[in-house]
Every structure is written in C-alpha cells, then in structure tokens.
C-alpha cells in the first residue's frame, strides 16, 4: 500500500523491514472512509433515475468504491435523491438516525435542495431535506445528470479528507448538527 | 349503446333520480341524485345490455363560488363486454359533502374513494374503512379544497417557503424550475 503523505526520513528510515509503513492517522481513516462510501439506496423521484445511471456501467460509480446498500446500519450516505415529501421527512430522519457515525448527506436535485417545482404550491413538500438533517454537499439540477452527482460525490470525498479524525475543531463532518426537525415528530 | 340511449336506460329505470343529461360534452354525463348513486351504480353494472364493469375513475370537484357552493364526485364508467363508456355525477353541498358509496359494486371503489375523502373531504357513507389514503393519518384539513392554506408548520416541519429560501436567493441560488421559479416570501407575488 502507498499512500501520499510527507516522506519519512531520519534515524529510523531504513530500520524496519518492509512490512511496516510510516503514515499520520487522519490520512489513512480519512483515505479508508472517501474510498468505500456505501451509499443507502434513497430513490424519491425522477432524480433516482439518474443515481440509478450514475451506478450503472456508463458512469459506474463502483470506481469510488460505493456499493449501494439497502439498509442504513452499514452505510455511509445518504444521497437524497428526490422529492422529499412531508410524510417522508419523518422516515427519512428516522432512517438517517439509524446510520452508524460517520454518515454523510448529500442532496440531489432541485426538490431535495429546496423544495424545487414545489416551493410555493406544495403543500406537502419539504422546502429542503436540510430542514431535517445536516446536509454536506448539495447537488443542483432537475435532475442532476450522473456527471453532476459525481461530482458531488468528488467534492465530498475532498471534504472527507480534510476532516480531523482525532481532534475535532468544530463539528465534524456527517455529526448531527443542524438538524432542526421537533424531535416529538420523530415517533 | 351510445351515450343517449344509455341514458334512456337510466331514466326509464330511476325517473327523477336521473336529473340532467348532458350529451354534447366531450365524455357525456348525467347528474344523478346523491342518495340514489348506490342503486345507480349497482343497475348499470348488473344490466347486461349496459355492463359497466369498470369504474375507470371516481374523482372530485371543489365548486366553491358556486350558489350554493357545492362538490361534485364524478364517476368515469367503462365496459369491457360493449366497450363503450359513460359519466356519472353527483352534486352535494360544500359543507356537508355525503354520497353512499359504491364499493358494494366496484372493489376499485374503496381506494378512489379514500382519496377523495383525503384530498376534498367527501364523506362516502358505508365505506368500509374510510380514512387516508396519501397524507399522513394526523394531517388537518383537505388540501385540494380551493380556500386551502398551508400552515405555518407540520410536526415542526415548515410547509409555507422558508425564511432561508429568501437569503439563498439572495446569494445566487436558482430556487424553482421553469415557470415556478422563486419569489422571496418578503415580496407580493403581483409584483415578481
């Protein structure tokens, strides 16, 4: 395994043996979480089309290491990927709650951004899936096409490896900051 | 059969119960008292020269400005056997929308009708489990009553636009699609 990071010299260089590597903490957690995103399978509406594509041969997500995983309790992401529905938010914030930490959140599409077509006349639309839980990468489009959405993915794995694993600043990445959903209607 | 002379069928059956006709609409239909629907409903389907076997669709109609305000529950009839369809509607009050239900006749009948109780607030008496089909089981009101107006919060959810949307607009971010694009909350929408 080689992985980029300063190149180690000094007294021990050359001292052990080849099964042994130098490297810091953060740049192998953070290399080993952006490289296996699993992603949960959260198809909404037409955008889901499209996250379907982004996993199919022509774009083939499977690259990054993301394997679509049909429950949240082994995976990473959550790719909101639709029209987020009033009735829906409740699941959606429930299933997110169940993913283990770190989890990221990446909205798709116009719907999930801001409630899209549906801002002014949607009575039963979610104006923005970050109402209810801490977004990290918004993904703009109606709907996005798979080079959009992986992009999004790119940058998000850009942020992953800025993250400080073991000495948090400020919030990390995919903590639960931001939510602002009254938690009675969570049931 | 064409639509006359299904009609006919029905007003040497049910008289004043059947208590207009109108030919020249696109799907040609007659208004047919509330209390009579049930029966209505259970004779065109039995008869065999009629045979409607297929309620295709059953939807609902908000006429608020009307005098008396009213809705209107229509039922789109079709026929396998003849392949030939008719309309069927009816007119009850706004603020006490009752129709016997026609489950009895069409199985279909009980999912239509949840939606219609669900979205317009029709009550279809004898339904054998009416309660919502789409919203969720606490939600207030019927939201495609034309007086509807979102409320301020759902489950701690906001439903009308956010005051965020008019700071993200602000800031560059194309908010809507296409012809509903978005109007900050702060402005009349007359002036956009």
Not at chain 1, 51 to 79: E, K
Not at chain 1, 161 to 183: C, I
């Amino acid at each position: 395994m080689i992985l980029p990071g300063p190149p180690v010299t000094g007294p021990i260089q050359g001292k052990f043996g080849d099964g042994l590597i130098f490297t810091n903490v953060d740049l192998v957690l953070n290399w080993a979480r952006k490289s296996s995103l699993w992603p949960m399978t959260f198809g909404l509406a037409c955008c889901a089309i499209e996250m379907m594509a982004a996993g199919g041969t022509r774009f083939d997500w499977d690259r990054f290491g993301m394997i679509p995983r049909g429950t949240p309790r082994q995976s990473d992401l959550m790719i909101v990927a639709g029209t987020v529905t009033l009735k829906m938010a409740t699941r959606l914030k429930r299933l997110y709650e169940q993913m283990a930490e770190p989890k990221y959140v990446l909205s798709m599409g116009s719907c999930a951004n801001n409630g899209g077509p549906y801002w002014r006349h949607g009575y039963h639309v979610l104006k923005g899936v970050d109402e209810v839980v801490p977004v990290d990468v918004y993904v703009p489009g109606c709907p996005p096409r798979p080079e959009a959405l992986l992009y999004g993915v790119m940058k998000l794995q850009e942020m992953i490896m800025e993250d400080r694993v073991l000495r948090r600043r400020q919030p990390s990445l995919g903590s639960l900051a931001g939510a602002q959903m009254a938690p009675e209607a969570v049931k | 059969m064409t639509p006359q002379e299904i009609h006919d069928a029905l007003k040497a059956r049910f008289g004043e119960a059947i208590l207009s006709f109108d030919e020249k609409a696109l799907d040609p239909w007659a208004l047919v008292k509330p209390e009579a629907i049930a029966e209505v409903a259970a004779f065109v389907k039995a008869e065999p020269a009629l045979g409607f076997d297929n309620l295709m669709c059953l939807s609902a109609v908000d006429w608020p400005k009307e005098t008396p305000p009213r809705l209107d529950v229509v039922y789109h009839l079709y026929s396998y056997k003849h392949d030939h369809t008719f309309v069927l509607k009816v007119q009850v009050p706004r603020d006490n929308p009752r129709v016997p239900t026609v489950e009895g006749t069409w199985g279909v009948a009980n999912w239509h009708e949840r939606e219609a109780f669900d979205l317009y607030g029709v009550v279809f008496d004898g339904h054998s489990d009416l309660r919502r089909i789409l919203l969720p089981d606490d939600w207030q009101g019927h939201p495609l009553r034309k007086d509807w107006e979102d409320p301020e919060l759902y489950n701690g959810m906001r439903v009308k636009p956010t005051p965020q949307m008019a700071e993200r607009y602000a800031a560059g971010e194309k908010i809507g699609v296409g012809p509903f694009d978005f109007t900050p909350p702060n402005l009349p929408l007359e002036q956009s």
